[in-house]
């Protein structure tokens, strides 16, 4: 065996490496290492510790070890309580671990053994050494941790690469950087590597200090100006001035005393008064009282306005701000009616529910306008947090009031009209549900005294005309729901849209674009134009988008070709605006096979649904397609199920279920759909492919079907039937049970669609499918 190899019991160590020169003690618990450590004792007691890759790992593999490390001489073993042996060794040399000899009961392995190099007495190796002496003097004196004897002791060194070895082992380093150390087996290398850990040291060493001493001064700075200010009272007192607390305390009293605030509220105000007069100002305490009180005097605790009690005003301005929405203009009025007769009548709460661009907003905007009470809205978007409404108990740090609070004082009043947006639109997570808080709000009965729990005090919000918006009914909480009085605010018909754009939303956008003077004319055919081919919305936002594209293309053409006015009429509407988005009335003229247009409800408004079947020859599988939800493919599964039974009654073989496979295929597949009003659709499908029998290309459906034919009622009839004419249909099939939602559609779009009452599919089917002669 080479002179140089050695075969050594192996103890793998967690979170330590060992130097040569180093005498160290640490303790020793797994089974493994203590038998290696009996073995080393029972030959030459010597042992090659080597440092582990990752602390955590328990029972290390090869792969787990580093392979270089340090040969060391045991001296002294002490057995302690529950299986731990503490062990004193002394760095001898360091090794490389050449090859594992065994690795079971412990570790034992072919060590090389690596002596230092005397290092050349060479100007660069002095110039090392002298720098890595310097570097360690100034790590112990910013430190603080290193005896001063330690550096008394390296004077008296005169090798380096003992010297950097003896340093490496007084440093507080990571890991990784004393096993680089450690393996740096040239010594002009090592001197080098230490040289820069001790420069990186020290200059976060000067650093930590530097913050230190700054921390220190502004203590310093406070304490000094608590005392001068201890003596600026006194001095004050001396000399019969009032101080600056005093002042601001007068200033709270008088203010307190001129709000006129209800008897509890300045009992609690007054309270808080003394408190802060007790505290200080300049404690972090009386900075939390001045808060308090500058909310509780900020509030409108019995500031109203006037309520505008004229009701032909009223309306008047309701129907210049506004166009359409009859129904809620209509409970305004009734409101202002019986606000007239008794003005104990408490502020209803309203919800505005329909498609987005409608103008629920806006109403709520006008109605504030027409009341005269000042106008507050709180958008509820993804707010998930109960704090949001009621506030943060003043036990918190950073603590403050709700929005419905932050509302009131927004609105200078008591009785404001208060929009609640997006009300649909709220989710929950482990904070609490803001539903749930909301429950006291839109209470009439409970909201005279809603607390907040940063107030700590009864605020009467009877008074508040609340109004919420949501786009659908569907995600709202039933008790939040059961609080509401609900008003559908549906879809324009184009004639509607027509009247909002040249009254209202031409005006708006000339006036913000600055054009004066009738610079630009937009036609009154060209606004249909634009309503029929270029939008297909129930609102008309995407419309308001359009004229302000009609408004810049016309500024633009007139500052390019130098033009002094602009009439755009339909022409130019083309030009502008590109090729027709939407073809309205141009429907299939041709009565298809299997083809069946539906009617869908969406949060978005009406909106036509086409259903197609094929029937092709298989072993009787049903395919459904186009994203259905799981309600549809009910429909779908039900109105299979009728057709089989119902086979021979309407002239299909009998045996279709075996010798047929049929595709149900809803278009535009990428949109997931959903819905209990296809049934209807379904049947007459799937009747249509199977028999062979058209149908009408002019019809369209809506209805839930039963197993045996019964159509059921559907909801959103009015978005439906807009849609339906949008689209260029002029036959509409209902459920009869929808017969009384007839009232609901406008007259514009009742004359121009022939709606048929079904309650059984084979009224759909009669008026559906053309008859084969």
């Not at 001296?75 to 062990?87: A, E, F, H, N, S």
């Not at 090859?99 to 002095?126: G, M, Q, R, W």
């Not at 009548?345 to 027409?370: D, F």
């Not at 535009?668 to 249509?688: F, H, L, R």
């Amino acid at each position: 065996m080479d002179k140089n190899l050695k075969i050594l019991p192996l103890i793998p160590l967690r979170g330590i490496t060992i130097f040569p020169y180093m005498v160290i003690h640490f303790d020793v618990g797994r089974e493994k290492s203590i038998l290696a450590l009996e073995e080393a004792m029972l030959v030459d007691q010597k042992i090659f510790l080597v440092s582990q890759k990752e602390a955590k790992v328990e029972e290390p593999e090869e792969e787990d070890i580093y392979t270089m490390g340090t040969i060391c001489n045991i001296k002294q073993i002490l057995k302690l309580p529950g299986d731990t042996v503490r062990v004193l060794v002394e760095g001898e040399s360091r090794g490389r671990l050449e090859k594992y000899i065994e690795k079971s009961p412990f570790f034992k392995a072919e060590v090389e053994i690596l002596e230092d190099d005397e290092c050349d007495k060479t100007n660069k190796c002095e110039a090392l050494v002298r720098s890595v002496r310097k570097a360690f003097d100034d790590y112990t004196k910013l430190s603080g941790s290193i005896p001063v004897e330690t550096i008394v002791t390296l004077e008296e060194l005169d090798n380096p690469g003992r010297l950097s070895d003896v340093i490496s082992s007084y440093l507080m380093l990571k890991q990784e950087n004393k096993q680089e150390l450690l393996e740096a087996y040239d010594v002009e290398e090592r001197l080098q590597k230490l040289l820069d850990i001790l420069s990186n040291e020290v200059d976060i060493l000067k650093l930590e200090r530097k913050i230190g001493v700054k921390v220190k001064n502004k203590i310093d700075k406070v304490q000094k100006e608590y005392y001068l200010r201890e003596q600026l009272k006194a001095i004050q007192e001396e000399l019969g001035e009032e101080d600056e607390d005093k002042k601001e305390i007068t200033r709270y009293k008088n203010r307190i005393t001129k709000a006129k605030l209800p008897k509890l509220v300045k009992e609690k105000a007054l309270y808080e008064l003394d408190r802060l007069k007790n505290s200080g100002s300049y404690s972090a305490e009386g900075g939390v009282i001045r808060t308090y009180l500058d909310w509780i005097l900020d509030l409108p605790w019995n500031a109203e306005t006037k309520d505008n009690l004229d009701i032909k005003s009223a309306r008047m301005v309701l129907e210049k701000e506004h166009y359409g929405l009859e129904d809620v203009k209509d409970r305004i009025i009734e409101y202002l009616a019986v606000k007239k007769m008794s003005n104990s009548l408490r502020g209803p709460i309203l919800c505005l529910v329909g498609p987005p661009g409608v103008g629920k907003t806006s109403i709520a905007r006008s109605i504030a306008h027409a009341l005269n009470r000042n106008f507050v809205r709180m958008s509820l978007g993804g707010v998930r947090d109960e704090a949001e409404i009621r506030g943060h108990r003043k036990t918190y740090i950073g603590a403050i009031p709700g929005r419905i609070v932050y509302g009131m004082k927004q609105a200078k009043s008591k009785n404001p009209l208060f929009l609640l947006d997006e009300i649909d639109k709220m989710s929950n997570d482990f904070k609490g549900d803001p539903a749930d808080a909301l429950l006291e709000v839109l209470d009439a009965e409970q909201n005279s005294t809603f607390r907040d729990h940063y107030l700590e005090l009864e605020f009467d919000l009877s008074k508040v005309l609340f109004i919420t918006t949501a786009n659908s009914l569907e995600t709202i909480p039933r008790p939040l729901l059961d609080r509401m009085e609900v008003i559908e605010v549906s879809g324009y018909t184009s004639e509607e849209k027509f009247h909002i754009a040249k009254d209202h939303l031409l005006p708006k956008k000339l006036k913000e674009h600055e054009v004066k003077d009738n610079k630009i004319k937009i036609s009154d055919s060209s606004l249909y134009f634009v309503i029929e081919n270029y939008t297909r919305e129930s609102g008309v936002r995407s419309l308001e988008r359009k004229i302000s594209s009609l408004i810049r293309k016309s500024i633009a053409e007139m500052i390019e070709k130098d033009k002094d006015k602009i009439i755009v009429n339909t022409n130019k509407v083309k030009s502008y605006l590109g090729p027709e988005l939407f073809t309205y009335e141009k429907t299939d003229k041709e009565d298809k096979i299997g083809v069946v247009m539906g009617m869908a409800w969406t949060g978005y408004g009406g909106d036509t649904l086409p259903v197609e079947v094929t029937a092709m020859s298989g072993t009787g599988k049903l395919e459904l397609t186009g994203q259905l939800g799981d309600v549809m493919k009910e429909s779908a599964r039900a109105g299979y199920s009728y057709v089989r039974a119902n086979a021979k009654k309407y002239g299909i073989d009998e045996e279709f279920y075996k010798n047929k496979d049929i595709h149900i295929h809803v278009p535009e597949g990428a949109v997931p759909k959903d819905g209990p009003s296809a049934g209807v659709t379904m049947i007459t499908a799937i009747i249509s492919a199977l028999s062979g029998k058209k149908v009408r290309h002019n019809v369209a459906m809506t209805g839930e079907i039963t197993l045996t034919g019964r159509v059921l009622a559907i909801g959103g009839l009015k978005e439906k039937s807009l849609a339906a004419y949008r689209a260029g249909i002029d036959t509409v099939i209902i459920p009869k049970e929808n017969e009384k939602d007839l009232s609901k559609i406008p007259k514009t779009i009742k004359s121009k669609l022939s709606f048929i009452l079904a309650d059984n599919i084979d009224t759909v089917l009669e008026q559906a499918l053309v008859k084969i002669d």
